[in-house]
């Protein structure tokens, strides 16, 4: 069966509409020194790459960036959301944590319909995230101070451990952070997930 013209006039639109999506997104890519010889490249809608830093590394990224760009145009950033985030390889953190900050992430759950565990890695996400701009921006101490002080204010003595997955990006991250200012990675988990509900309790 042939191919008619009002056909390939159709597909030359897609195309038209599709790069223009691209060239976009393409407009958001930011690229963020995180250690000396490492770099964090970021896009809208796309998964953070952490690349060391050399001609090769980089463009072999920038490559895998630009066809991340293309899903991003056609699938939409909500489908390619859930394809990376089955593609990317997760890791697990053991997270000790007050009961009642557990029971807190237990009721936004519900409240959401969604597992505990997608609760638990999108707030760890949102937190480091944030964490990492504030610590850019403000003193160390001042930073870890509030977050510490929020971690304190949920009720009782009682700890309890719990194992969270995360993508790999972000899980080096969090390993950076906890290097760089002395804290262990449960405890930069911990930190995190309890600004991550604060700021999901203000904005929900």
Known sequence: ???T???IDELVEDLRASTARVAKAAETIRTKTIRPGKILISAEGIADREVSISEGNVFKVLLQIEHDLR???ALGSTQLSERLS???QAKTIGVHAKSSLWDAL???AIERNQKQ???YRDLLRMGVKD???RLDKEASSKVFGELGSLLESYDGVEKEQRMVRIEEDFYNRAIFVAKEFGKSLSEVAALCMAYGLSKSSITS
Do not use: F, Q
């Open 1 to 3: 069966m042939s191919t």
């Open 5 to 7: 013209y009002s056909e």
């Open 71 to 73: 899903l991003h145009a």
């Open 86 to 88: 089955t593609k990317s």
């Open 106 to 108: 237990a009721r936004l």
């Open 117 to 119: 565990a997608v609760i």
């Open 131 to 133: 964490l990492d701009k």
